[in-house]
């Protein structure tokens, strides 16, 4: 797993910083997580491959987290994709598309289905052989949903030379799932740590946008490999961080340290800040291994 | 009148060339014609006084042309801005705004007006003290229009110490108007060229985005001081911008020379063309009077 970030900004605009906008790697998969003005131009700065994106995710309808999707969609058409491609969203984003399309008379080479979200606790919305995403509610101005990618280990490569040259079918499954296997015959069990190669690490992310701080997230985001989490504010707008239903970089710490996670990456910063050390410290303070999303830069997962 | 350019990008994503917006200042307003994605971005980098923008002209609904509108809208609701504003544009915009509006539970601080353009010939749709503005309809494929900017006379300040302690309201009034009046009693004829200071100078722009080639339109811009034109391709592409109603430099500087304008101005350049000479060279071949928009520059009118 590898996340991209392509704006590290929120609603108010800044020249140097985008809005919000990420792109998750799954092995050969890539996942767009927000889709701000101008993520299109970002997409192609940063030369990501477009046929490779499967699947976008958005969190919420404020114009800084999905107005660049209609023009995302449309140049992704122009350049003739055939591959489907699936958007998941709140209620409403279905619409908004449809009705740009309709008075664009835009045409799509592509199967585009758009799901929408509506859930008050955990649900799993996505899986394939790669990954699954679960979406849990956040405490937001209007619905919004945070995200959590769960990487699949992969099927585990058979040390074929060490097996019998009879050995049965069913017991090459077991071992590739990374089950150990009873042959009945011989009374032998075959140990998948034994008869496989070590099995691939598998990463898990999740993205917390635009939220008031809430600690009953903390349930659903524990213990994954990266927490992304908006820090729109510092200590020095706490109460402006709750009236618009934000959070600031303090409480985000909090809530990467109450869910135990390995690693928390902050972004969604507010225009206001000239620079943005203070976010790190204070989020440090309680939550030493916080970094700061930078515009560009790939996070190993 | 001054046209500051935007962006001169097309549909076809350009990491330098924006796509669609003009910024047109008349006496202290500004009026922005299309808005494509990021536009509000370019209006910071640029230092444009959003609070003298009182009117937004949009030709269509491809997204090129207004995926940049709800950022921009919500952007200076957000900067508090208590200012009217009016937008005009094909059906469906307000329908557009309406439902983002809707999702992201926006509430504006300020009157926003949105005016439907619904013609098949010329139509005056605006008129303040400053100017007015006739929308005409483009050949694309989707509903489009053409705008043409008349910047109008101010009243002419009067050389008052020349004119008798007893001269009338009603004849000052009429030298202010440009026109000369007969005092009845002394049969004397006041001419407003003597009695007035030189008149203004008032200057006019006719903006045509994204069209077929199409002389149809010349009736409507004839004489113009500026005309912007959409050049898309240059003749190597002749007949695939015939295909997607779009013009040539050659042709724009075709319709440039029918219609007797004083300059023309090209932009709206697709982005397989790495370098843009060719599209000066074609036009100016054709009509010399040509320029290519450049991002960020003023032409003055």
């Given at each position: 797993l590898e996340l991209l970030t392509l704006g590290i900004g929120s609603a108010s605009v800044h020249l140097e910083r985008f809005p919000s906008a990420q792109l998750l790697s799954i092995d050969t998969e890539l996942v767009l997580i927000d889709c701000g003005e101008g993520t299109q131009y970002r997409l192609l700065e940063y030369k990501a491959k477009l046929r490779r994106l499967k699947h976008i995710f958005i969190s919420h309808l404020h114009g800084d987290h999905y107005?660049?999707?209609?023009?995302?969609?449309s140049s992704i058409n122009m350049a003739k994709r055939t591959e489907k491609l699936q958007i998941f969203g709140p209620k409403g984003l279905k619409e908004l598309i449809q009705l740009h399309f309709f008075y664009a008379d835009t045409r799509l080479g592509f199967e585009l289905a758009v799901h929408v979200i509506d859930t008050e606790t955990e649900l799993q919305i996505f899986e394939n052989?790669?990954?699954?995403?679960?979406?849990?509610?956040?405490?937001?101005?209007?619905?919004?949903?945070?995200?959590?990618?769960?990487?699949?280990?992969?099927q585990l490569k058979i040390l074929i030379d060490s097996l019998p040259l009879d050995f049965p079918t069913e017991g090459y499954k077991a071992l590739r799932e990374g089950k150990d296997y009873l042959d009945k015959t011989t009374a032998i069990v075959y140990s998948h740590t034994e008869y496989t190669l070590k099995e691939n690490s598998t990463g898990s992310f999740a993205h917390v946008s635009d939220t008031i701080y809430d600690p009953s997230i903390v349930q659903f985001i524990?213990?994954?490999?990266?927490?992304?989490?908006?820090a729109t504010f510092t200590d020095e707008?706490?109460?402006?961080?709750?009236?618009?239903?934000?959070?600031?970089?303090?409480?985000?710490?909090?809530?990467?340290?109450?869910?135990?996670?390995?690693?928390?990456?902050?972004?969604?910063?507010?225009?206001?800040?000239?620079?943005?050390e203070a976010f790190l410290i204070e989020a440090q303070s309680v939550f030493p291994e916080t970094q700061l999303a930078e515009q560009g830069k790939t996070v190993i997962i």
């Open positions: 107005q660049g999707l209609v023009g995302l969609l052989s790669n990954f699954s995403v679960i979406a849990f509610p956040l405490r937001h101005r209007v619905p919004c949903y945070g995200y959590r990618f769960e990487e699949k280990a992969k524990s213990g994954v490999d990266l927490l992304y989490h908006e707008h706490e109460s402006r961080a709750a009236v618009t239903f934000h959070t600031t970089a303090r409480q985000a710490g909090q809530i990467a340290q109450k869910a135990g996670v390995k690693k928390l990456l902050l972004g969604h910063f507010s225009s206001r800040y000239k620079t943005l």
